[in-house]
């Protein structure tokens, strides 16, 4: 079955992730709403990125920190384009401390979005997918969804927390058409994680080149990082009739991060 003319949701994509995903399936065909946060410039890059496609595409700015908010998304995506076939969960945001000092607001804030903002857009979406028998979620994990790190309690426990999440929605879609999995990345290069290297480059007085090899070379073997176009290639074929057998994967694309 040809993904061509679905309606995609993906949370957090106005850059990064989120927007190599939506870029590749909108070359797939698939009409797009966007989510996320940045100026109405950056806002409008995103749009045409996609819309190059000639597919539709619609944005809603909702701070999926509010199941409100998440509903008004879900709602406007029914609205101007049409039910939701393909979910895509990839926002996220990080905060990085000791637990014994990790602010309590900074806790609950990575939680809603990395996780409660996934169970909130799948739990308003799944019925229509059942109903029309077929459907395709897919959540963006991370590595931290298997293996941990210090200082990422939050983060770690929410991206564990969606892996979890994850398989009990696969179990509970096992005998229909709608598919539920997890893509589990590494670093990519992101603008975060951009400027991460950017200032660890400043920091230890090397060239923004040393500094990428430094930061892969502590977690992601292949010295390389994964790119927001292959993720988007893996989430393509996870909606593809090849992958209706798929249910309940954390499909890890980390340079060999869980390998070692």
């Known amino acids: 079955m040809s993904i061509q003319n679905k309606i995609a949701l993906v949370t957090g994509s106005t850059s990064g992730i989120g927007l190599g995903v939506a870029q590749r399936l909108a070359a797939q065909g698939c009409h797009i709403m966007l989510n996320g946060f940045g100026t109405p410039e950056q806002i409008d890059a995103a749009k045409a990125a996609v819309a190059a496609f000639g597919v539709k595409v619609g944005y809603h700015g909702a701070d999926l920190s509010k199941p409100e908010e998440v509903q008004a998304l879900v709602s406007a995506t029914e609205a101007q384009l049409g039910s939701v076939d393909i979910l895509v969960n990839n926002a996220g945001i990080q905060h990085v401390s000791p637990v014994e000092s990790f602010d309590v607001a900074r806790w609950d804030a990575v939680i809603a979005i990395n996780l409660s903002a996934a169970f909130h857009t799948t739990r308003l979406t799944l019925p229509g997918m059942k109903a029309r028998n077929w459907g395709r979620i897919v ?9 941990a790190s210090a200082n ?9 927390g ?8 696969a179990l509970e879609t096992a005998t229909t058409g709608v598919t539920c999995n997890a893509v589990c990345p590494g670093w990519v290069l992101t603008p975060l994680v951009q400027a991460q290297v950017d200032a660890r480059a400043q920091r230890e007085g090397v060239s923004v080149e040393q500094a990428k090899i430094g930061l892969l070379s502590e977690k992601q073997p292949s010295q390389e990082f994964v790119t927001p176009e292959q993720l988007g290639g893996l989430v393509v074929f996870l909606c593809s ?3 209706s057998q798929v249910r309940g994967a954390a499909w890890n694309m980390d340079g060999g991060w869980v390998a070692q």
């Open 139 to 147: 959540n963006i994990a991370s590595a931290h969804g298997l293996v």
């Open 152 to 160: 990422k309690s939050a983060y770690v426990a929410a991206k564990h």
């Open 162 to 169: 969606i892996v979890g999440l994850t398989k009990v929605v």
């Open 241 to 243: 009739e090849d992958a």
